[in-house]
């Protein structure tokens, strides 16, 4: 029988969006709680300890990596090695995420008791709350779906991607309740292309000196055009005369200006440059600058200092050269 591939998988997309809505809006206060408890573990120097079986545990992974990617202390237990020496991982003070759909894995149902000897927090994600798990955790977070997005209503999606999301909300709500911020971030991602756009300063991409064009509110468009050839620079940066910053013209102004009129060499440039252009401090991240030509949708990016006069230009054709993208 032959099938519509791409129906059938928006199709999936479709489900598992419905029910990821379904479960955002059960969110009340022990997502507080759970947050606070994981808050307060890390703040006493505990450690956050994951444990889940089968698709549960995959995605326990998941969340554990997450979390330390974040700086949240985590580790994964698994259940069956956990009564065979592991439980040596928990220590007083940690907190527990377990993750069971049902509530009622036999793994991590026969952890229980051992857990409980210790002084932990439990947070429970489960879709069952009268379950074995939700009436034996601290905090129980409910992920419950209405369906799985298999046609046969058995393979864990709808369910497992609900605590993939539940997961990354505890995370992400977490890491801001504790102030975490860029520079912590790129601490944990100090490779590849995010950890070179965390670790990298504008100041050390930007285009300056005899590589910046810059002229004044006095020159014209043929002054433009020559600075930006002299410095090979898609941008030139307008000054006043004292030496702030009063605008940019690229070479998308001049051609769109030279379609309706190709005699505009001798134009003053302060007719046709874009003033108050979009801005970035010099001691800012490169990350930033990636993010914000990104959202703007521009090429180019003027560089202050601390005055507020134009010291260099971020070129989005350079983040490619430079590994940032």
């Known amino acids: 029988m032959e099938i519509n591939?791409?129906?059938?998988?928006?199709?999936?997309?479709e489900m598992e969006i419905e029910e990821l809505h379904r479960v955002s809006q059960s969110l009340a206060e022990p997502f507080t709680e759970a947050v606070a408890t994981l808050k307060k573990t890390l703040d006493?120097?505990?450690?956050?300890?994951?444990?889940?079986?089968?698709?549960?545990?995959?995605?326990?992974?998941k969340i554990a990596a997450t979390l330390n990617s974040t700086g949240a202390t985590s580790v994964v237990l698994n259940s069956q090695n956990a009564l065979h020496g592991d439980l040596g991982i928990l220590s007083?003070?940690?907190a527990v995420i377990a993750l069971s759909y049902s509530g009622e894995t036999s793994e991590l149902i026969d952890l229980l008791p051992f857990l409980k000897r210790f002084d932990v927090r439990m947070i429970g994600i489960t879709g069952?709350?009268?379950?074995?798990?939700?009436?034996?955790?601290?905090?129980?977070?409910l992920t419950t779906v209405n369906r799985e997005a298999?046609?046969?209503?058995?393979?864990?999606?709808?369910?497992?991607?609900?605590?993939?999301?539940?997961?990354?909300?505890?995370?992400?709500?977490?890491?801001?309740?504790?102030?975490?911020?860029?520079?912590?971030?790129?601490?944990?991602?100090p490779g590849g292309s995010l950890g070179r756009a965390l670790l990298t300063k504008v100041s050390d991409i930007m285009r300056s000196g005899a590589d910046l064009a810059c002229i004044s509110l006095q020159?014209?468009?043929?002054?433009?055009?020559?600075?930006?050839?002299?410095?090979?620079?898609?941008?030139?940066?307008?000054?006043?005369?004292?030496?702030?910053?009063?605008?940019?013209?690229?070479?998308g102004d001049f051609a769109r200006s030279f379609q309706e009129n190709a005699d505009i060499g001798s134009h003053s440039i302060r007719e046709l440059m874009t003033a108050s252009p979009i801005t970035l401090n010099s001691?800012?991240?490169?990350a930033e600058a990636v993010s914000t030509i990104g959202t703007h949708r521009i090429d180019d990016i003027v560089v202050l200092d601390p005055a507020g006069k134009p010291i260099g230009l971020v070129d989005t054709q350079d983040f490619a050269r430079l590994k940032l993208i």
């Open 150 to 189: 298999c046609p046969l209503n058995l393979a864990p999606t709808s369910s497992s991607t609900a605590m993939l999301v539940m997961g990354d909300a505890l995370a992400m709500t977490l890491l801001e309740s504790r102030g975490f911020t860029e520079d912590d971030f790129s601490r944990f991602h």
């Open 92 to 94: 007083d003070g940690d």
């Open 5 to 13: 591939c791409v129906e059938k998988g928006r199709r999936v997309f």
């Open 128 to 141: 069952q709350l009268e379950s074995t798990l939700g009436k034996h955790s601290d905090v129980t977070l």
């Open 219 to 251: 020159a014209t468009v043929h002054d433009a055009l020559s600075a930006m050839s002299h410095a090979r620079s898609g941008a030139c940066v307008i000054t006043a005369a004292d030496g702030t910053l009063a605008g940019i013209f690229t070479h």
């Open 44 to 61: 006493a120097q505990g450690k956050i300890v994951v444990i889940g079986i089968g698709k549960s545990g995959n995605i326990g992974h």
């Open 283 to 286: 001691d800012s991240l490169a």
